[in-house]
Structure formats: structure tokens, C-alpha cells
């Protein structure tokens, strides 16, 4: 059997003492090598080219340029998966969902690693962590490029509820998609975003203060009406067969929110009058209940491989059947064009 590739990381860290204990924690594992330390986001761009590696692992607050723009630069330029490491972070704050809209595979807060306990569960995790996102492939493709093509909208489908779920570059691909939905679109959009603990709350008010609908945290009991519900943290949204959300924070599965969960449930409640859109994420969910939402005669799209930051969730749900295979800059428009029906159930 081969050995194993070894994956090559480049840190970007102003703390040389933070760097030096990250470096050891990371090549605690062999298939994980630390190449440089870079103390600036313009010294790490810089030496990209040349030392070409997997993983960058990214600080926000630098000298010079921040990490935010630095994520930017190398997305649009020379893509390579990043990992933000910071103390902001842990706070919850808008550079850190910037930074995930901006091309960063994931977020970690610096608090949550005990740099000195190389074999502690933190450690470990973060080992797994870099090793799944070194093998991810990344395209270049800033948000304002996306969003600069607009087809024009041919059909006149109706739909009563839209299902979207995303995992790795989700907020990156909801605020192109959802961003260019008007604030007219009379269908309500139930989301599903697979996203680090205690990130949701902040995650929705920042997409909120990006797209023109407004959007809003899934409450139980609520009758869905146009704006953008996002799945809160811990809890599988649903639709019930009276057509009102619901929470459950009960079902076990892989993931909770699960993509899945919803997409099923819309399938259920709205049969041909439900739309289920797959997004960019590591996996598999949501591929299942698109798969349902398909066989109910409902719409169904899964973004294409050459937008997607992860084609994972994308893949698996166009080999399930979704009708529409699209370029992210292609799906607003298409849902865009949905003229909202209530049928009775």
C-alpha cells in the first residue's frame, strides 16, 4: 500500500510563539507538515507560488493587510484551502462570517486549542480538520464575479416553499444566490447552513444585512412567509403537514440542522409545489431529500461542479436525479422567475 500523502501547510500568524506551538501541535500527525510561518498576509501571498501548499491556516487581525482581504486576494487569484484561525472567533464577529463569505473553507476559534496537549481531543479534532480541508478542491470565484451574469428567466413554474441547504463555502454561495432573489420574491426560503457551533445567530444577521429579503431565525409554530427562515443551531427545521415550521431538536443524524430533514419534510407537505436547491458542501446531505422533493414532481437544482467551492453534497444530489445542474449565478434567476402558489394541502 502507498503511504499516505502528506499534506503541506503554510501558517499565517503574527505570533511567532502561537505559530511555533501550532506547528508542533500540527506535525504531531506525519501526514501533516508545516512549510512556513508567514507574520503577514502580504508575506504569504507573496510565497504561494513558489511553495504551492494544500492548507493555509489563517489569522484575522495582522500587520498590514488583514486576513479578511488576504482570503479575498487568494480566492480571486491563486485559491488554495484556508482555515481561519483567530481569537475573534470565539466572539462570534462579522470578520469572522466575512472571512467564511470571502472563500475560507471554516472558522476555529484560537480559545478552543490547548496548544500544550498535543493528543487532547482539540488537538486532534484540528488534525482531522486540516487534513479533510487540505483535500478539498477550491475554485477561483469571488462573490462579485458570480453575481455579474444574469440569464434571462423563461419559465413559470410555481412553488410554495423553497429548500436550500449548504455546507463548506455555503455563505459564500447563499449571499451570491439569495443576494440577487428581489425583495419582491413572495416564496418563502427555508435554509439549511452546516456551520461552526454558535456561529447560526451571527450568521443570519449578517446575511440579513447582505441580501434584500429579510431573513430571520426559525421559530416553532411560525406559518412560513416570504423572507429567508434559517435553521437554528442544534435543531432540524421542518414543515409540518399543516404547513407550519417546526423544531426538532431530538432525531440524532450526522448532522443537525440536516439538509435532509427539511428537504424531506417540503416534499411531504408541498409535493410538486416545492423547490429543493443543493449547495456547495463536503457529504452528502441534502442529496436524499432533493431526491425525495424529485420524485414529488417538485423542482429540484443542485449547484454545478465548477461554482462549487466542495462539489461533495452538489454531486451526490445530481447523481440522485436533480433536474437543473447549475452555475451559482444561474439559480437566482431561476427561482426568481417562481410564481408562489397555496394549494390546499
Not at 17 to 28: G, K, Q, V
Not at 63 to 89: D, F, N, T, Y
Not at 151 to 172: D, E, L
Not at 253 to 272: F, K, M, W
Amino acid at each position: 500500500m502507498s503511504p499516505a500523502k502528506v499534506r503541506r501547510i503554510l501558517i499565517c500568524e503574527d505570533s511567532r510563539t502561537y505559530a511555533t506551538a501550532l506547528s508542533r501541535l500540527l506535525e504531531r500527525d506525519r501526514e501533516l507538515e508545516v512549510i512556513a510561518v508567514c507574520g503577514t498576509a502580504e508575506e504569504a501571498i507573496a510565497r504561494l507560488p513558489t511553495l504551492k501548499p494544500d492548507l493555509v491556516t489563517m489569522d484575522l487581525e495582522l500587520p498590514g493587510m488583514s486576513g479578511v482581504h488576504a482570503i479575498e486576494q487568494i480566492m480571486s487569484v491563486r485559491p488554495v484551502p484556508i482555515l481561519v484561525l483567530s481569537g475573534h472567533v470565539e466572539h462570534r464577529s462579522h470578520t469572522a462570517l466575512t472571512a467564511l463569505a470571502a472563500g475560507a473553507l471554516d472558522a476555529l476559534p484560537k480559545q478552543d486549542l490547548d496548544l500544550a496537549d498535543h493528543d487532547g481531543a482539540s488537538a486532534q479534532a484540528l488534525r482531522q480538520r486540516a487534513k479533510l480541508l487540505s483535500g478539498v478542491k477550491v475554485i477561483r470565484h469571488p462573490r462579485a464575479r458570480l453575481n455579474r451574469r444574469r440569464p434571462p428567466a423563461v419559465w413559470t413554474r410555481t412553488a410554495a416553499a423553497v429548500g436550500i441547504c449548504a455546507s463548506t463555502g455555503g455563505p459564500q454561495a447563499l449571499a451570491a444566490v439569495l443576494g440577487n432573489v428581489p425583495a419582491t420574491f413572495a416564496i418563502p426560503i427555508l435554509v439549511v447552513q452546516h456551520i461552526s457551533a454558535g456561529f447560526i445567530d451571527g450568521f443570519a444577521r449578517w446575511l440579513d444585512a447582505e441580501v434584500p429579503l429579510p431573513v430571520r431565525l426559525a421559530r416553532p409554530g411560525t406559518m412560513p412567509s416570504a423572507g429567508i427562515w434559517i435553521a437554528p443551531e442544534g435543531a432540524h427545521l421542518t414543515v409540518t403537514p399543516k404547513r407550519r415550521l417546526a423544531l426538532d431538536t431530538e432525531t440524532a443524524g450526522l448532522h443537525r440542522p440536516s439538509g435532509d430533514v427539511l428537504l424531506r419534510s417540503l416534499a411531504a407537505a408541498y409535493g410538486r409545489d416545492a423547490v429543493a436547491v443543493v449547495l456547495t458542501g463536503m457529504g452528502r446531505d441534502g442529496a436524499a431529500g432533493l431526491a425525495d422533493v424529485e420524485r414529488a414532481g417538485g423542482l429540484t437544482i443542485a449547484q454545478d461542479e465548477q461554482t462549487s467551492a466542495v462539489f461533495g453534497m452538489p454531486r451526490v444530489a445530481a447523481d440522485l436525479g436533480a433536474e437543473h445542474v447549475l452555475p451559482l449565478h444561474e439559480i437566482a434567476p431561476r427561482l426568481g422567475a417562481l410564481r408562489r402558489v397555496d394549494r390546499a394541502s
